[in-house]
């Protein structure tokens, strides 16, 4: 009977000592939710070897929308995330008195204006109808990019970031303004004839920067931020996060796999 209790004591050891072993294997687990396309892309072949090099496990989480996101991360299923720009954080913390926090900026792929019918801005015709984004930051980001086209002009005393049809002092060329779920825009290049699509919904539709009529001129503002929970403000999870974003690994990366896409100035 000794001898059983005794080898069932050694075998609980065994498996102890085994289990803190591998605990220590594994390095502490860190989970990152981002939405589908180019951000998860960047998340799993940028950013995420470059945390495993600091001994982290990562997960990444994809998601199809820009609700989930925040609220995983508000609630704690998620150590940071990675699809909004600090503008769209700011809301959702307004609306949901959350305390999300944003901490660097991405380089993010920048809207574009996309036309099945036109070659070029000067071609496109009085009348024509635009497909914009429904949200106000992005509708925002919409107007801004038409015009710095020259197709309109926006009264001086226009809340950037919040622009309506109302702050339009000069349409140009008496354009039309369809505003859309910006899940629907990519259809709107073919069903609408033109039409002003994010660049993360671009390229998740396989459309090609390149072959915008004019791209947009992004800030500090609109690029993509990694967000954590306000929390987590000086901890190592947020050195970490910040310290990868601006190693020369993930810059490789970008430069490499993520062509067209606007980075964040050093200054910024």
């Known amino acids: 009977m000794r001898g059983i209790i005794m080898f069932l004591i050694g075998t609980l050891v065994v498996i102890v000592g085994t289990s803190i072993l591998l605990y220590e294997d594994e390095g502490e687990v860190i989970t990152i939710g ?11 072949y940028a950013l995420k070897p470059v945390l495993e090099e600091e001994g982290y496990t990562v997960e990444i989480i994809e998601y199809s929308d820009y609700i989930q ?3 995983a991360l508000a609630n704690g299923d998620l150590d940071a995330n990675l699809f909004q720009n600090v503008l769209f954080m700011e809301s959702y ?42 949200d ?10 038409l015009q710095d086209a ?13 622009i309506e049809e109302a702050d339009i002092i000069d349409n ?4 039309e303004f369809i505003f859309q779920d910006a899940g629907q825009l990519p259809r709107s290049v073919d ?3 033109l039409s002003l699509v994010p660049g993360n919904f671009a390229l998740a539709s396989e459309m090609n920067l390149d072959d915008a009529l004019t791209l947009e001129n992004m800030n500090e503002y609109f690029r993509n931020q990694i967000v954590i929970n306000k929390e987590d403000e000086g901890s190592k999870l947020e050195e970490d996060l910040l310290n990868a ?7 490789e990366v970008i430069d490499a796999d993520f062509k067209g896409f606007d980075k964040p100035e050093e200054d910024e």
């Open 34 to 44: 981002a939405s589908s396309g180019p951000f998860a892309d960047m998340a799993t």
């Open 136 to 145: 106000p930051v992005n509708s925002s980001r919409g107007f801004l990019t």
């Open 172 to 175: 140009k060329k008496n354009l």
């Open 245 to 251: 974003v601006q190693s020369d690994e993930f810059n």
């Open 93 to 134: 913390n307004e609306e949901n008195d959350a305390d999300l926090k944003n901490i660097v900026q991405v380089p993010t792929a920048p809207m574009g204006l996309y036309s099945s019918e036109y070659d070029s801005v000067e071609d496109i015709s009085s009348g024509s109808e635009v497909a914009l984004p429904l």
């Open 69 to 71: 996101p925040n609220n």
């Open 150 to 162: 020259g197709l309109i002009t926006i009264s001086e005393d226009a809340d950037m970031f919040a």
């Open 191 to 193: 069903q609408i004839g």
